[in-house]
């Protein structure tokens, strides 16, 4: 059932003759860098579907295997195709394959659960044990084909402009993280404002904020957090940011903490101006243990925070697509940049450099 | 309206006439100990409650001050009267007070907010900023008689014992605990069976956990806990019991976990143990900062945390009360010791050796 | 400590100066129709707050009681000042009150629920069983002073307009409904776009609805519901509005209805369009007992349904001034008139005819 | 890859010889009774699991197809084998089966659901649209082997007695009324002691209820009902069990309603009954539409209402399993008779009389 490189599927259309190869960005040795080569394209198994990549955006997390630092080593076993953001379209499909057709626009979840488990069998499939990801634990988006089971394939309505789409994945984690939170009707401060930041800014304002405020160690962040619709951002650096933020806030603080940066200095300033009986959803992820004042920054507090890891599947989904469809999310700020494949190396230059904020790589 | 020493309140019965002083359990002095002294009673405002104390529970806290801790010594300012858990009956009623009867039975919660901030009018008063405790921060219940707000005095059912009814102020810890966790249908991890502990694994069989089990330090503790319903107790220096827990568990790890003894290993090892998915109450106080792997035990879990401070006023209460009278609880293996108020070096030394659970003074 | 006509509270300032008599909107026979008359002003308590009402909107219950419908006859009993929402500024405080100024800006909220039951004490006075309320009850708003409780009495933010501070009854209703069924992310239908469900629809959008559609039996609402934020207003009379409806919301329905007519057929029909699995807040009473199909509208759909009385003390008044401070909340084209309190009759009369949304009388 | 009579599929085991034709329960024609019927083995797709059925339980919506009533004709398309609740061992597996092995004990979940549309992949497909029910839309369970879809099936725990897992049907319900209203900590009343309201009974008690109230018309369940844990339970003849039970809930009423019996006088009264702001899962189904005064029954009171179906596909199954493995849950005086399959017409017989709870049918 499955193709082989040069292999036609029974279900290709006219159009859809494949080549034998494809380029694509790999990590070959446990080293800084990736090397744009030539391989035979992904094989599908019966419930797959094969994905022709049009776009792809690039994730701090491609980064860090770019850079080859200490937890790329320990988690990434070269060699490997990397890239885990990106759209789409069907180019074959598995013979079990029912309800796409060759041709049609998809995104992709990229977290692959085992869907057995209770907590896959429960709505939890996004927290499944064995989840395996695209571009770290197995072949990733950053090539001209993927193969990708049919159940992860998200079906991308006509409105939805190609850009966003490619960036559906980090965009699922603000949304993730705002709806857990809930923020509706709520005063919220986001910690962090890199391209999942702020991209929450954006989300909780549709999702119903009444006031979002954001804090950054980067000036330039700021400006474009305010675009994004941040009532007020904050550089992280000022001693009295907490203090000016509480007085935008009843003098209490704010409702909700999205906490989006994995700094241990956010994570625990955050906490300290979050008020009393608020909630914090915590998605950046610190590289190491840290040291938290549980008792004052928790438990006095009252304090409920939620451990966000990548999206509900496929509640996020339906919620994420709904915002966009209905125009209440504008990512044109965040998409900063638009590289063919083969600059790879000036994208990730950039992002180190911290001047992009989101950068779409263009396979078509 | 105020009441002094050797006054008569208008609303005085026959049976009430009050003394002009009692004894009282003081931290006279900022170092370790209390006194036994006789004070003036209480002055009551228009809207206080005089109590005569029949029966009062002695907490960890209690402990701490006696000891004169380093928190004690930041949070404390003798002369004061301590003891915060307690009932009693009505002796003395403010002039605006509606709704009591000399002689009635009550009991009290202790923190006393200010009612007028936004928590406070939004049913979160037990977290409000202005929280002040009594024999904490003011004058508390080891001595024959209290003034509390009227608000704060909590009338008690006939059917509820009087050692039950003297520490529905730990029980509420309990009590709210496992509500905001949610334990119904769900298997339950406890780590610290000191009294709350005990308390709440009581609790939690009576509110729908279908297993509840105990972690502790202390060997002595374990066979208590399965007295109280645990269905299995761990010795925490036993290497393998989250290892045993899981495979109780399905294999996946308690779905709650109720951090009860404010150790940082068993805040660790409890979030460990927790199942993806899971829901964790921390109740007990880290007395310094801790180091916590946030992104392994929080974020990848997508664990939700709740910070639990005092009882909700006054849904806690209508839920303990609930249960009591229903005979969902049985305190009796806690409370292992009732002494008088002059036996109140004993009872901390019993304390301290670990070998008491609860222990209550008789004041009548 | 109760003040009569011609006195002089204690607290009174020097521009305070009270009159002896005041105008005051009355229902004095049991027959359609108001009186205006000059009478005393209210007494106030130990713990009352005397208010000079500056303005004061006109609700549809004032119509059911100028008209005597059979409701009315069975609920009111005349002589008594009719009108619940308004605003205006401290006259005289209770000796008790604390925490007010003479001349501070002000709102109230007009059940006033007992505060000892088990309701009020956890958070649910709004549903407490002996709620009285101002206006049908107990003399109302629509004169020159009214007595309020203190813990009814609401501190206006310096940059609430007086017009939106008069409407905060319904415009609580309104919040209460939307924050109740949970909008945030989704699509949402209002069935009746009168007052409350003109404002829905404003409020829907602010806690971020990403759709919302509005449904009325008059034509001239339409249009106002699209200026407020209704992607789309349906007219009832077209049979085909629900298939409509359905395929702009995904060809299933919207996520949530609210029902703000009481009217059977909007209940049976917001039903029917609601998706599987929504949550339906039902706010409109129906005069009389309805026919509904249990089993295809609630059981078969697994819909969740909300009966909303009045707003959550006081939960929904910090939501609406935060909404109303931070400009999220737009009810210029629901106040469609402004009139002197002599103009009473006039203002029925629009009311009646439908060609008014909201009428404010203003009293200064 | 489909099985025909006779076939033996290629993972059949040594002992897995499967017989050429069936008995069969079946309804032939459009009128009253079921044929006892040898009929060919069910085909099963590569995806489908052939299970031998051992036991399966005798449902109302069975009574309501053997007499062919109303709903019956209107519902079901003969010929078609019934049934819906049973559990029994793997006999077959499709191609694609992945870990299942024969003669492993199994259960399923009856109602079928498209696994495609958004409510099915947002953990509501027990309300999806598209639902196909085993025994009323396709060919059932009371047979000597049944095709269920893989994803149907319920793997056994070893500790989980046939006969409670015949009825995971109708227990699932109870568990999903009980798990959607919430009953821990809380006073519950259930309408309806039919076989399904008799286990909610017993669900609620080990939910965490802190007392359990039931009310039906037939004098014979009272005793039942109050072996299963109810703490008294009122014959719906008599005019003063509301205010008793108001009497047992501190004056208020219950907390919690579950409607199992379908009754328009059971839904008024349980609803008129329910304390304000209380919550009530309808279960049992109305055959036609029915008067309800919303107003007074659901808006003022602030009530919470659930419309329940069927069971949540796979969180009900979960919650049940570990009830029943944790012996929580005690069925045995429910499952009144257990009868040979040839027995139908007495066991019909018995349950139209009303003198049986639960008949389950021995296929073994």
């Known amino acids: 059932m499955a193709i082989h490189t040069g292999e036609r599927p029974h279900t290709g259309g006219a159009g859809s003759k494949l080549p034998g190869v494809m380029p694509a960005l790999r990590k070959v040795a446990p080293q800084a860098g990736f090397a744009l080569q030539e391989i035979p394209l992904p094989q599908i198994g019966a419930t797959d579907i094969l994905i022709r990549v049009q776009m792809a955006g690039i994730c701090g997390t491609d980064l860090h ?21 990106f759209m789409g379209t069907v180019a074959a499909l598995g013979a079990e394959v029912e309800g796409f057709t060759i041709d049609e626009r998809v995104s992709a979840e990229g977290h692959i659960a085992c869907g057995k488990c ?18 770290v634990d197995r072949d990733g ?36 993280s705002v709806m857990t939170a809930g923020v509706s009707g709520k005063t919220v401060l986001i910690t962090g404002a890199g391209a999942i930041g702020l991209m929450a800014i954006n989300v909780a304002r549709a999702a119903g904020a ?8 980067r000036p330039e ?11 007020e951002a904050f550089i992280a650096a000022d001693p009295s940011w907490i203090e000016k933020l509480r007085s935008r806030t009843d003098g209490v603080g704010p409702d909700v903490l999205l906490e989006m940066s994995g700094s241990a200095a956010a994570i625990e300033q955050g906490l300290t101006a979050l008020r009393n009986g608020g909630h914090a959803a915590l998605l950046g992820l610190p590289p190491e243990k840290i040291r938290l004042d549980v008792a004052e920054s928790i438990i006095f507090k009252g304090v409920t925070l939620y451990g966000i890891h990548g999206r509900r599947m496929f509640e996020t989904w339906y919620q ?37 904020a989101k950068i779409i790589l263009d396979l078509r």
Chains 1, 2, 3, 4 share one sequence.
């Not at 209770?118 to 571009?135: D, K, P």
């Not at 009444?210 to 160690?217: K, L, P, T, Y």
């Not at 962040?221 to 009532?231: M, P, S």
Request: proline fraction near 5%.
């Open 118 to 135: 209770a907590l896959c069998r429960t709505g939890e499939a996004h927290i499944c044990n064995e989840l395996r990801v695209i571009g």
């Open 210 to 217: 009444v006031s979002v405020f954001a804090v950054d160690v």
């Open 320 to 356: 994420m697509q709904r915002m966009v469809k209905n125009r209440r999310i504008d990512l044109k700020p965040i998409i900063t940049h638009v590289l063919p494949l083969e600059s790879f190396d000036e994208a990730f230059g950039l992002l180190k450099a911290g001047t992009a």
């Open 221 to 231: 962040k700021l400006e474009l957090a305010k675009r994004l619709g941040a009532d």
């Open 65 to 85: 295997i770019y850079e080859w630092d200490r937890w790329a080593q320990h988690r990434v076993h070269p060699p490997i195709t990397v890239g885990h953001e």
């Open 141 to 176: 988006a950053f090539a001209h084909y993927i193969a990708m089971p049919q159940q992860n394939v998200w079906k991308l309505a006509a409105t939805i402009p190609d850009q966003y789409a490619a960036v559906f994945d980090p965009l699922g984690n603000a949304v993730h």
